[in-house]
């Protein structure tokens, strides 16, 4: 009898900051529960952004007013013991 391995497994995305006063034009990757709680906060793009599928993007309003472009990217997985 094998043992399965539970993964956890977190959606992430590349947040492309557009002209942004502190980050300039850089990305980062991040997690859906940092982007949905820090960065795409209204529900009109906290859905735009749960609907996108692998290598789809799309451009949001982020809390402080600045464009983000928001790519949906690979799966992180996280084994659990």
Request: aromatic residues 10%.
């Amino acid at each position: 009898m094998s043992k399965r391995k539970d993964v956890l497994i977190l959606r992430t995305y590349e947040v492309h900051w557009l002209n942004h006063p502190k980050y300039a034009l850089s990305m980062q990757y991040v997690a859906e529960d940092l982007l949905f709680d820090s960065i795409a906060t209204s529900r009109k793009s906290f859905s735009v952004v749960d609907d996108l599928d692998y290598d789809d993007a799309c451009l949001i309003k982020e809390t402080n007013g600045n464009y983000v472009m928001i790519v949906r990217s690979n799966d992180m997985r996280i084994p659990i013991d």
